[in-house]
């Protein structure tokens, strides 16, 4: 079964830069599209990010356009979240997701599995 694990979450001052891994184990994570979420307490998780399997096109939110980029390092099996220009709005836990490929452009929650166990990203001076 696919097992993600997030990790480079951290504080930051505002203003700073944090990059997320997303590894995958137990299986190869090239054949699925990943997203990346975030949520805060009393929130339901919203969508960030996703990449195609092969890594050739991404998706954003609105509120993290510009500012994050989202890639993928298929030999390594692992997906990246580049957080840039970060914002005190940002603080959350983030966490990556899977889907299958027809389901890429999503960013809703209930159409990704494989959830991780999250990292943590406060930003804060």
């Known amino acids: 079964q696919l097992q993600l694990v997030e990790s480079g979450g951290g504080l930051v001052q505002p203003g700073g830069s944090l990059r997320l891994s997303c590894a995958a184990s137990g299986f190869a994570l090239d054949y699925y599209p990943i997203g990346w979420f975030r949520q805060v307490p009393g929130k339901g998780r919203e969508g960030v990010a996703c990449i195609t399997s092969s890594g050739d096109s991404a998706k954003y939110a609105d509120s993290v356009r510009g500012r994050f980029t989202i890639s993928r390092d298929n030999a390594k099996n692992t997906v990246y979240l580049q957080m840039d220009s970060l914002k005190p709005e940002d603080t959350a836990a983030y966490y990556c997701?899977?889907?299958?490929?027809?389901?890429?452009?999503?960013?809703?929650?209930?159409?990704?599995?494989?959830w991780g166990q999250g990292t943590q990203v406060i930003v804060s001076s």
């Open positions: 997701a899977a889907t299958q490929p027809h389901m890429y452009g999503s960013l809703h929650e209930a159409d990704f599995g494989s």
